[in-house]
């Protein structure tokens, strides 16, 4: 049997820290989305303000990634490595950002968004939008008591009825000093089933929604992780703590994030972009 953390008051703390940061630094990203940037740029950016604040750039190196940031533009379901790939009018880009802090035996923060770069299609609002409900939907199943199959059942059960499907080749996942720990958190699943959650867990919830099929391809640079159709694919990712009352979500944002959460039809939730969602539905 798997054996899986239940961290300490410190190690929450320590976890906190990681996790803020990673959040200020999607926020510090959406900033600077535009047409005509590259995905080079973006990790640019992502590692910068990393190091800034003494903190490491978890994916740079990790089992040979060369990049300190994943950025999956379009059909990229995740995984894409930044380069020379230049964001156009319409495009959708995840953005995926994990920070190790303190830079010496630290936490792991894990989080990500989907930015719209300038105005985007019907479809790519639709794809988008579903991902980004479906990572609220996930997240109000965890609670002490409440079993991992309750998170995937809300997610594919919203993503199906939208037309859309849930990708299974690549799940959420325990975190802490290491970047992957058990549990494994699929987004598709049974109600009641699975692991029972424990107050003092920590993992991600990061559904990645497709378009069309919900099968994937992955390129020859081992890495980059396509939709077999080549339809598109959105994802939205968040790092929670299993709590007595529910759940904390550790890479809670404190503003709302430029190019994605700030349009009119970005469908935000109290629970994953509270301050989009206060800022929609004051007092």
């Known amino acids: 049997m798997e054996h899986i ?3 300490t008051p410190s190690m929450i703390e320590g976890m906190r820290a990681s996790c803020e940061l990673a959040a200020d630094c999607l926020v510090h990203v ?3 989305i535009r047409a005509g940037m590259t995905t080079e740029e973006i990790n640019t950016l992502v590692h910068a303000y990393t190091i800034e604040h003494h903190a490491i750039p978890a994916p740079l190196d990790y089992k040979g990634f060369p990049k300190s940031v ?4 379009n059909e990229v379901v995740c995984h894409g490595i930044p380069g020379k790939y230049v964001l156009k009018n319409g495009d959708i880009v995840n953005v995926d950002v994990t920070m190790i802090l303190p830079a010496k ?3 792991f ?3 990500s968004i989907t930015f ?7 479809e790519a609002k639709h794809v988008t939008e579903v991902a980004r409900r479906s990572l609220e939907l996930g997240i109000e199943q965890v609670r002490h008591g409440g079993r991992i199959g309750d998170i995937g059942a809300a997610i ?3 993503a199906h009825k939208m037309g859309c499907s849930v990708v299974r080749e690549y799940v959420g996942h325990g975190i802490g000093r290491k970047f992957h720990m058990p549990p494994q958190v699929p987004h598709f699943g049974k109600r009641d089933t699975g692991t029972r959650l424990k107050a003092g867990m920590v993992f991600t919830i990061e559904p990645m929604i497709n378009l069309g099929h919900y099968e994937t391809e992955l390129m020859a640079d081992k890495w980059t992780v396509l939709t077999r159709d080549r339809s598109l694919s959105a994802q939205f990712e968040h790092t929670i703590l299993v709590t007595r009352d529910g759940c904390d979500i550790l890479t809670t944002r404190k503003e709302v994030v430029a190019n994605s959460e700030d349009r009119d039809y970005a469908d935000v939730g109290p629970r994953s972009c509270p301050a989009a969602y206060s800022a929609r539905h004051p007092g």
């Open 105 to 107: 035996n630290g936490f």
């Open 70 to 73: 994943c950025t999956s533009p």
């Open 116 to 122: 719209y770069v300038g105005e985007p299609s019907p």
């Open 5 to 7: 953390e239940i961290m």
């Open 156 to 158: 594919s059960e919203y």
């Open 30 to 32: 959406g900033q600077h």
């Open 109 to 111: 923060g894990d989080t």
